[in-house]
């Protein structure tokens, strides 16, 4: 096998590997998101003003330059205490670790990267895993701030942690403040200009 195409498929079997999780995820009996709202998508307290339309183009462009996010996307093996589900369990994903360690972002993106504003046909996919647990069905609440403008986006995961579909309002770097249950943390995550 080449060596573009080993590439291509060492990119593709991560995603095919999360899918099989999320559509467990979304097929579980606990508690559903309504479907005129899907999960992780409530209204942003402010909107991008450059008149963008969200247009789908061929393939989502680079991260910003001015991104300046801490985050690698390269997959890599999950922590021990994230692999539930996963087989293997040391299969290589892209995720972003928060900063004190108590939660992972998983992304499962139809395309590479997430992008801003939202795409036509395609989803930017995040799989919350906790690494310390609240109640059943507690929601994700996510305070999203561009850290280049300081616009804010709230977001919440209504059935709890999981699956769920992050669309932010503008590209760049996105400072999320995570709450779930009396937990709190933090991680960035960059969005491409879609």
């Known amino acids: 096998m080449g060596r573009s195409a080993s590439a291509v498929l060492s990119r593709l ?6 899918g099989g999780l999320l559509l467990a995820g979304c097929t579980g ?15 942003a307290t402010s909107s991008p003003s450059d008149g963008s339309t969200g247009v789908p183009s061929s393939a989502a462009s680079a991260l910003p330059s001015d991104a300046g996010c801490r985050v690698d996307y390269t997959p890599a093996p999950l922590p021990t205490w994230a692999r539930g589900g996963f087989t293997p369990p040391d299969v290589p994903v892209p995720y972003v670790l928060s900063d004190a360690g108590d939660i992972v972002a998983i992304l499962w993106a139809t395309h590479d990267p997430l992008v801003a504003p939202p795409v036509a046909g395609q989803n930017n996919k995040i799989l919350w895993v906790p690494r310390v647990a609240s109640p059943v069905g507690t929601p994700l609440q996510i305070r999203a701030t561009l850290t280049a403008t300081g616009m804010t986006a709230f977001r919440a995961v209504d059935g709890g942690l999981g699956p769920s579909t992050i669309d932010l309002p503008a590209p760049g770097c996105w400072s999320l403040d995570l709450t779930w249950g009396a937990h709190h943390d933090h991680l960035e995550l960059a969005y491409a200009t879609s």
């Open 13 to 18: 079997l991560p995603s095919l590997l999360l």
């Open 29 to 43: 009996g606990g508690s559903a998101a309504s479907p005129t709202r899907p999960a992780g998508s409530a209204t």
